[in-house]
T-cell receptor, first 115, second 113 residues
Framework: DGGITQSPKYLFRKEGQNVTLSCEQN?????MYWYRQDPGQGLRLIYYSQIVNDFQKGDIAEGYSVSREKKESFPLTVTSAQKNPTAFYLC??????????????FGNGTRLTVT | AQRVTQPEKLLSVFKGAPVELKCNYSYSGSPELFWYVQYSRQRLQLLLR??SRESIKGFTADLNKGETSFHLKKPFAQEEDSAMYYC???????????????FGTGTQLKVEL
């Protein structure tokens, strides 16, 4: 189905390696987001982008980097500087960037395991 | 700073019983609140938003600014309501840098027969 596609579904990496998670949307949404989901902590915002070639840090940006070269793509790189990278990562998008409160559409997530 | 609190990690009710999932928020601005739901093996999706004042799948939620609450209610629980529910606060908008959501920690609702 259309919407937001995250790949891969599962990802395993060794400690010290950078890894990039893919997020693509075909909804023509301006804004895109990355959240991290940990048990008992809900969803926490890592980075968000309101428009192409622009992005801002969320609440837990340390150890992560993003790019927004195309409207439909917002890849997240988990660097070796991230102290606890093992988590479930969710990508989302919304129609309005600077407008009010349009709902988020989520991908299916990527489960990253770093050993 | 904005904050969303869902005090119950797990709520277990019998089919046909009333359900209330609690959500309290802390925000100095004008809040926009949502409930998102994640059914088993499905993606997280919007259930309802307070500004719409609508009932979705029999669920309603009223924003109480005095108590800073946005509890989710349903008079008669159904088995298919079993899911993870997240309360979320939207902030930023035109005044502050974009449409951002702060989520609560979630409540797992289990409806038993």
């Amino acid at each position: 189905d259309g919407g937001i596609t995250q790949s891969p579904k599962y990802l395993f990496r060794k400690e010290g390696q950078n890894v990039t998670l893919s997020c693509e949307q075909n909804l023509n949404h301006d804004a895109m987001y990355w959240y991290r989901q940990d048990p008992g902590q809900g969803l926490r915002l890592i980075y968000y982008s309101q428009i192409v070639n622009d992005f801002q840090k969320g609440d837990i940006a340390e150890g992560y980097s993003v790019s927004r070269e195309k409207k439909e793509s917002f890849p997240l790189t988990v660097t070796s500087a991230q102290k606890n990278p093992t988590a479930f990562y969710l990508c989302a998008s919304s129609m309005e960037a600077l407008g009010y409160n349009s709902p988020l559409h989520f991908g299916n997530g990527t489960r990253l395991t770093v050993t | 700073a904005q904050r969303v609190t869902q005090p119950e990690k797990l709520l277990s009710v019998f089919k046909g019983a009333p359900v209330e999932l609690k959500c309290n928020y802390s925000y100095s601005g004008s809040p926009e609140l949502f409930w998102y739901v994640q059914y088993s093996r499905q993606r997280l999706q919007l259930l309802l938003r307070h500004i719409s004042r609508e009932s979705i799948k029999g669920f309603t939620a009223d924003l109480n600014k005095g108590e800073t609450s946005f509890h989710l209610k349903k008079p008669f629980a159904q088995e298919e309501d079993s899911a993870m529910y997240y309360c979320a606060l939207s902030w930023g908008g035109l005044t502050g840098g974009g449409n951002k959501l702060t989520f609560g920690t979630g409540t797992q609702l289990k409806v038993e027969l």
